[in-house]
């Protein structure tokens, strides 16, 4: 027996998942498993199935997540704060059977599929528990992501990419059962629902999910017991920041055992920033949606301004040229497209063979679009990506094309190009250039995308401009705007 979730295989009293105030055992979380499975039978769908669960903020979420794996089923998680153009897509394109969240009442009426509350679905099932599901190359997760251009994608990640992506953490920081996570990231994006929450089950002790993300709260976390933290690098940001201003933040942090950044770049200048402030040194790991972690920095390795690390072990990894050729330089200065094959690789984007043709080819090659130079040893030094027209704002991706499609649907648009302009907090923030065809202010707007899209993807600032500068062929030229 291969179990995602060995633990759930012989489930006690010890404390598996903490989330504001509230905790659930690896027992109460086998019997919430025991009793979904039930709940989804019971409606007349069996192994395989395919569920959406609302990552509202509550334990239940978390426990849902859970289970949902842990019975066998394939999980979407929705984001509550999906615009309504995203969600009928995703809900269309995966078309899950059953949905579930822990306040149903907060999202009734938004997908065709009814959503089912959580407390009765986990309450403990009677029955005798059945296994709980194997490390298999079925499809675990459909993870929704941003392109350039167009809607998200559904990238489908199987039990296998998971598990060996996990494992291969856990030998890379030595993370084990004596550790508790502490995040406060999203559950339905990679780093937080498979790095802390599926990491915390399948690898840790336990995790402490906080739905939002306050400096003084995560500090108090991470003072109790042994601590490892995953956060994005504007959390970071703000937590130096925060530190600065509040000893007690420095605690936390000094407590830690271990401080991790990843989904955009941690400037250097936070990284030193928070090493003044607390002797500690983040550890950098870099991944995709598609692939989930390809490189971390190991526990052990030398300190190097920007360095992501060497591959985690039983993948292969390499930088190409643009017509995919390998680029046998290990000189910290050629820099090239990294490409990974191996287990971690996820299935392909669901509906969409031609988009997973597109960055995955018939070796199993993934090409990543980010541009890296390699060190002797093979750590990685990520220096830029090659479609300009992704942003990542927060460790959010966001595609301009998106924002823009958005922005045209507002009737006082005319045009609009957007682009990612560097941001001290968010690492790229959302900037649209507009022209209009009758006054609108830019607050407007900005609700306005915040309403069509989520929130995040909202443009942080809106200049408005007579024409969009087109080249020859009437496209935008998106580096004259830029410039200014
Ligand atoms: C703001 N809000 C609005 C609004 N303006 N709502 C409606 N209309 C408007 N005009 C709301 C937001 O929804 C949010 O609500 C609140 O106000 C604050 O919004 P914000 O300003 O956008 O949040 P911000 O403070 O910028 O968030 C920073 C952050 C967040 C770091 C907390 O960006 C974040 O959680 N990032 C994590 C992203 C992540 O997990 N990426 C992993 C991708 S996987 P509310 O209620 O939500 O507060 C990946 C692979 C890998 O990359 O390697 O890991
Ligand atoms: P997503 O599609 O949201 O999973 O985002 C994946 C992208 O995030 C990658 O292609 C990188 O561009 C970026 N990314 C993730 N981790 C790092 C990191 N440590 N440093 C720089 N970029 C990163």
Redesign the pocket.
């Known amino acids: 027996m291969n179990a995602l979730f060995p633990r759930l295989e012989a489930p006690g009293d010890d404390v598996a998942l903490k989330v504001g105030g509230g905790a659930v055992t690896s027992l109460q979380l086998a019997e919430a498993t025991a009793a979904l499975r039930a709940r989804v039978t019971q409606a007349g769908f069996g192994a395989g199935a395919r569920i959406a669960v609302w990552t509202q ?1 509550s334990l239940e979420t978390a426990i849902a997540l859970v289970a949902g794996a842990a019975a066998g089923f394939e999980v979407v998680p929705l984001d509550p ?1 999906l615009g309504p153009l995203e969600l009928s897509h995703i809900v269309k394109d995966a078309a899950p059977v059953m949905a579930f969240g822990a306040d149903p009442a907060a999202v009734a009426g938004r997908i065709a599929v009814e959503t089912l509350p959580l407390s009765p679905a986990l309450r403990a099932h009677p029955g005798p528990r059945a296994p709980t599901r194997e490390v298999d190359d079925a499809p675990l997760l459909i ?1 929704y ?1 941003s392109g350039t251009t167009g809607l998200p994608k559904g990238a489908v990640l199987t039990a296998r990419n998971v598990a060996f992506d996990l494992d291969a953490l856990a030998k890379a920081w030595r993370w084990t059962a004596a550790d508790t996570v502490v995040h ?3 559950l ?5 629902l ?2 802390g929450l599926y990491g915390s089950i399948r690898v840790g002790g336990a995790l402490n999910w906080f739905p ?2 306050l400096p003084r709260e995560i500090s108090e976390a991470l003072s109790e017991g042994t601590t490892v933290f995953f ?2 690098p ?2 970071f940001h ?1 937590l130096s920041e925060a530190a600065e201003a509040d000893p007690e933040v420095i605690r936390g942090l000094r407590h830690a055992r271990l401080l991790v950044s ?3 770049a941690l400037p250097q200048r936070d990284q030193l920033r928070l090493e003044a402030l607390t002797g500690r040194r983040v550890l950098e ?5 598609e692939t ?2 390809n490189c971390a920095v190991r526990l052990d390795d030398p300190p190097a301004a920007g360095v992501v690390g060497a591959a985690i072990d039983g993948i292969e990894l390499k930088l190409v040229d643009d017509e995919r050729r390998t680029l046998d330089a290990r000189d910290d200065s050629t820099i090239g497209e990294i490409a990974v094959r191996g287990p971690h690789v996820f299935a392909g984007y669901l509906n969409r063979p031609d988009a997973t043709a597109a960055v995955k080819d018939a070796d199993g090659w993934f090409f990543t679009g980010d541009l890296a130079c390699m060190k002797p040893d093979g750590r990685l030094r990520i220096v830029g990506r090659r479609a300009t027209d992704l942003i ?6 966001v595609g301009a094309g998106e924002v823009e499609a958005a922005l045209l649907e507002h009737p006082a648009v005319r045009e609009a190009a957007v682009l990612g302009a560097p941001d001290d ?2 690492g790229e923030r959302i900037v649209a250039y507009v022209v209009l065809s009758r006054p609108a202010p830019a ?1 407007e707007l ?2 306005f ?3 069509q899209l ?3 993807k ?1 443009p ?1 600032e809106v200049h408005f401009v007579d024409e969009l500068p087109r080249n020859a062929m009437g496209k935008v030229v998106k580096a004259k705007l830029r410039r200014g």
């Not at 339905?188 to 937080?192: K, L």
């Not at 990542?392 to 991706?397: A, D, L, Q, S, V």
């Open positions: 903020g704060k993870l992501t406060a990231l999203p339905f994006h990679v780093h937080g498979v790095l939002r993300f956060a994005v504007t959390m703000r990843g989904s955009a790991r870099y991944g995709l949606t989930l972690i990542k704002c927060g460790g959010y991706k907090d968010l607050q900005q609700d995308v915040a309403s989520s929130p995040h909202r942080r």
